[in-house]
């Protein structure tokens, strides 16, 4: 199994903006599919964005307009970029990778099975 490790959450206010990363220990391109999933207090772990090992992305309604995915495959690193945030997109936020190759890449946690710690968003008003 790979190790991801997220770096970048913080506390912002709400209208700002953040950039996470993920750093893999192997290179992106082993992996069909990437991901960053989150999970807020009390509720169930949503998958925010999937990005395929062609580039293909998906969204979730939530934050589709607002976050982008994408990776550097020199790096090894997968990035979330978070604009106009908001309250509700408070949460810890995981990165997820599977070598499986789907066309689309789902944003379905049992799929994925390499993760990694998780970092913290956290976003007032």
């Known amino acids: 199994q790979v190790q991801l490790v997220e770096s970048g959450g913080d506390s912002v206010q709400a209208g700002g903006s953040l950039r996470l990363s993920c750093k893999a220990s192997?290179?992106?391109?082993?992996?069909?599919?990437m991901a960053w999933f989150r999970q807020a207090p009390g509720k169930e772990r949503e998958g925010a964005a999937t990005i395929s090992t062609f580039g293909r992305t998906s969204y979730a309604d939530s934050v589709k307009g607002r976050f982008t995915i994408s990776k550097d495959n020199a790096e090894n690193t997968l990035f979330l970029q978070m604009n106009s945030l908001e309250p509700e997109d408070t949460a810890m936020y995981y990165c997820?990778?599977?070598?499986?190759?789907?066309?689309?890449?789902?944003?379905?946690?049992?799929?994925?099975?390499?993760w990694g710690q998780g970092t913290q968003v956290t976003v007032s008003s």
């Open positions: 192997k290179s992106t391109y082993t992996y069909g599919c």
């Open positions: 997820a990778a599977d070598v499986s190759s789907p066309f689309t890449c789902p944003r379905v946690d049992r799929f994925y099975d390499s």
